[in-house]
C-alpha cells in the first residue's frame, strides 16, 4: 500500500465533501429519504465525530501503543443522543473540514510509522495501522456514495 497516496486520498476527499455540500439548503441538509435514514447533516456529524473519536485517536493508539484499549465508539446511537440533525449546517461542515485540517497535519508529521503495527481487537483480531488507514479512506468513500445519493434521492 502507499501510504502516502492514501493520506492524498484523504486529502481530496475533503475538497469532495466540501463541493458536495456547496449548494446544499438547511432544508435539504435536514431531510431524510426514511425513517431510519440518515440526512446529509447527519452524515457530516457523523464524518466529523469518526475523525476525531474514531480513526485519528485508534491510529495515535495503533501506532504509539498497540497494547491500549480503544476509546468505545457508536456511531448509530451518536446521531441520536449528540442530535446531529438539529446541528447547524455551516458549524457542522467548519467543524469537520478542521478535524479533517488537524488530521491530515498529523498524518504527514508521522516519522518512519510502523504501519505493520497492530491492535489486538477482541471481536475482528489483529488491526494494523494500515488496515486502520486504509479502513479510513474506505469510510470517506462510502460516505461521499452517500453524499451523492441523497442528493439524487431529493432531487427526485
Known amino acids: 500500500m502507499n501510504h502516502q497516496q492514501v493520506i492524498a486520498h484523504l486529502q481530496i476527499n475533503g475538497d469532495i465533501f466540501r463541493s458536495l455540500f456547496k449548494t446544499v439548503s438547511d432544508k435539504q441538509a435536514r431531510w431524510k429519504p ?25 491510529l495515535t493508539l495503533v501506532l504509539s501503543n498497540p497494547d491500549a484499549p480503544w476509546p468505545g465508539i457508536d456511531p448509530e446511537r451518536w446521531v441520536v443522543e449528540r442530535r446531529y440533525n438539529e446541528r447547524d449546517l455551516k458549524e457542522s461542515l467548519d467543524n469537520f473540514f478542521g478535524e479533517r485540517a488537524s488530521s491530515l497535519v498529523w498524518l504527514q508529521k508521522l516519522k518512519s510509522p510502523d504501519w505493520q503495527a497492530a491492535h489486538h481487537h477482541p471481536q475482528m483480531g489483529p488491526m494494523s495501522a494500515e488496515q486502520l488507514l486504509a479502513n479510513w479512506l474506505a469510510h470517506d468513500l462510502f460516505h461521499i456514495r452517500q453524499v451523492n445519493e441523497l442528493h439524487f434521492a431529493y432531487l427526485v
Open 34 to 58: 426514511g425513517p431510519a435514514r440518515w440526512s446529509m447533516l447527519e452524515v457530516i456529524n457523523h464524518l466529523h465525530d469518526e475523525e476525531r473519536e474514531d480513526f485519528r485517536k485508534r
